[in-house]
């Protein structure tokens, strides 16, 4: 299993604590036998639930012009008309992923095409679940152009508890239909405007996977 780089600073500096308060804790109370057995057990279980949040597994690249992908792990919570008034400007397909602390936090490209838009929003901290999350949170938004001249927008948005955002790409950049462009840390969702007269592919409450499966069909 392969780590992501965004975990790797703090994967080790998780460890050295840990490891310094069990040590510190054989040394101050060596007689409590259980309670420092229990502890250790907690510190696995803990490091281990935030290396497997950490975890970036190799996929097939897909490579369909005519497919949107998910852009990230998680669960379908929202497919729904609305009005993307940021940039678009026009009605859209929003399909919501909603991605929990066990998820795989990758963010890959729907599409392939050029990055015609991207911007920062600073913002609240709202559970990703609340509907005013995509306007009011933390997030970021990317506008990707198709080789065909149709742009899609995808959304990064922070949770409640996931409070970073990272994305590693800019204005002008070529995007790969796959390819990695951003990470959340801890728990967030991700929204992606489809033209509305796109075959969407998916159902609420279904699950998601980066790079995998396809969202939607643009129209033939």
């Known amino acids: 299993m392969t780590i992501h780089k965004e975990g790797k600073s703090l994967l ?34 803990l490091y281990l ?3 497997q949040f950490f975890r ?7 490579d369909d012009p005519q497919l949107i992908y998910a852009p990230a792990d998680g669960k379908v919570v929202t497919i729904e008309k ?8 026009e009605e859209r ?3 919501s992923i909603f ?23 600073p913002g609240k901290f709202l559970v990703a679940w609340h509907p005013k999350s995509s306007s009011d949170n933390e997030r970021t938004s990317l506008v990707i152009e198709h080789p065909s001249g ?10 409640a508890v996931a409070r970073r955002i990272k994305w590693y790409v800019s204005e ?24 509305t007269d796109a075959e969407i592919l998916v159902d609420v409450n279904q699950s998601t996977r980066a790079g995998i499966t396809p969202l939607a069909r643009f129209k033939a």
């Open 82 to 89: 609305t009005l993307e008034d940021e940039f678009l400007n």
């Open 49 to 51: 639930a935030v290396l």
């Open 150 to 159: 149709v742009q899609l927008m995808v959304r990064q948005i922070a949770g």
């Open 99 to 121: 991605m929990s602390p066990i998820n795989v936090h990758v963010n890959r490209s729907p599409i392939t095409g050029i990055l015609k838009y991207f911007k920062y929003h």
């Open 12 to 45: 080790f500096w998780t460890l050295i604590v840990l490891a310094g308060i069990n040590i510190g804790l054989h040394q101050l109370i060596p007689e409590m036998d259980l309670f420092l057995n229990l502890f250790l057990l907690g510190s696995i279980i």
């Open 93 to 95: 397909l929003q399909v």
């Open 172 to 195: 002008g950049d070529p995007l790969v239909q796959g390819h990695e462009f951003g990470f959340i840390k801890f728990g967030s969702r991700v929204d992606v405007f489809i033209p």
């Open 56 to 62: 970036n597994p190799a996929i097939p690249l897909p």
